[in-house]
């Protein structure tokens, strides 16, 4: 069973433009363009910030991508479903929140 999503109490976003936030936080349909990707998402993780970050980069998102929200699992909004590019991917909100992208405003 999937667990919520929820960011710890330390994690600090270093979000400040209108319309910039975690992946973590989008919901379906929401579009943007990555502007950031690290190994920290602020929940608990099972890899390495390193391994995570490596991960992520690995299956395309990178700076600059642009990114669309596909679709969200029934239990806790988990996992979701992201268009990156021309590339659609499954990850868990928790790896999502070490994405941070500009979303078009709506």
């Keep these: 069973m999937s667990e919520a999503f929820a960011l710890s109490p330390e994690f600090n976003s270093a979000e400040t433009s209108p319309g910039v936030r975690s992946l973590a936080l989008a919901g379906r349909g929401d579009r943007g363009v990555i502007v950031r990707v690290t190994g920290v998402s602020g929940a608990a993780e099972a890899v390495a910030a390193e391994e995570l970050e490596r991960r992520l980069l690995e299956m395309g998102f990178v700076e600059g991508a642009t990114i669309e929200v596909l679709h969200e699992g029934l239990i806790g909004r988990d996992p ?5 590019d021309d590339t659609r991917v499954a990850l868990r909100r928790r790896e999502a929140g070490a994405v941070t992208v500009k979303f078009d405003g709506r």
């Design 80 to 84: 979701i479903a992201v268009r990156v």
